[in-house]
């Protein structure tokens, strides 16, 4: 099975911020990667498939990058409500893994 | 609009079994992949497997922890996506989600449902 791992498992930032968020995959899995979003309580959202492409109505400062066995996800400008826990998962390969998960927190 | 809606969540005691239902609605969900992804309390989200579409040959696929356990089925009739547990313990415990999963992207999901394994 590929194993996906995140880093940082947590971060500390400030509104306006320019954060990334790196996942690495235990073996190559092109550009199968996603990234999604979860707030407390709430379901998971997808922000971004296939390493780079912007879901349908994921504002524009959340971006996507990489290929092989390294990605990572940017958030160019940090909103109030981009506080929360993202997570990357790989559809290369069944099981369609994810990392463990970065808590994005407000410094 | 798009919806999903899981039900049967439930406290159930370890070796019981307990099947989940999905209802869909707002999209054809006899031409799309389907998928149940879990997340055991305060940790991170699990692949639990995924069942195709009928006219891409119906196949299952399951993680690990749950294969020969658990088993996804569909009925395209009642726009239904079912999760049958068995065998259950204590590390099944989580809420269930359900996913659309389009072209090997999650892009829709359910509000989710608790099902606890506890003696």
């Known amino acids: 099975d590929i194993q996906m791992t995140q880093s940082p498992s947590s971060l500390s930032a400030s509104v306006g911020d320019r954060v990334t968020i790196t996942c690495r995959a235990s073996q190559t899995i092109s550009s199968y990667l996603n990234w999604y979003q979860q707030k407390p309580g709430k379901a998971p959202n997808l922000l971004i498939y296939?390493?780079?492409s912007l879901q349908s109505g994921v504002p524009s400062r959340f971006s996507g990058s990489g290929s092989g066995t390294d990605f990572t996800l940017t958030i160019s400008s940090l909103q109030p409500e981009d506080f929360a826990t993202y997570y990357c998962q790989q559809s290369y390969i069944t099981p369609h893994s994810f990392g463990q998960g970065t808590k994005l927190e407000i410094k | 609009e798009v919806q999903l809606v899981e039900s049967g969540g439930d406290l159930v005691k370890p070796g019981g079994s307990l099947r989940l239902s999905c209802a869909a609605s707002?999209?054809?969900?006899?031409?799309?992949?389907m998928s149940w992804v879990r997340q055991a309390p305060g940790k991170g989200l699990e692949w639990v497997g995924r069942?195709?579409?009928?006219?891409?040959?119906?196949?299952?696929d399951y993680a690990a922890p749950v294969k020969g356990r658990f088993t996804i089925s569909r009925d395209d009739s009642k726009n239904t996506l079912y999760l049958q547990m068995n065998s259950l313990t204590t590390e099944d415990t989580a809420v269930y989600y359900c996913?659309?999963?389009?072209?090997?992207?999650?892009?829709?999901w359910g509000q989710g449902t608790l099902v606890t394994v506890s003696s």
């Open positions: 069942i195709k579409s009928k006219n891409d040959g119906g196949t299952t």
């Open positions: 707002g999209f054809t969900f006899s031409n799309v992949w």
């Open positions: 296939a390493a780079s």
């Open positions: 996913t659309t999963d389009n072209y090997r992207r999650l892009d829709y």
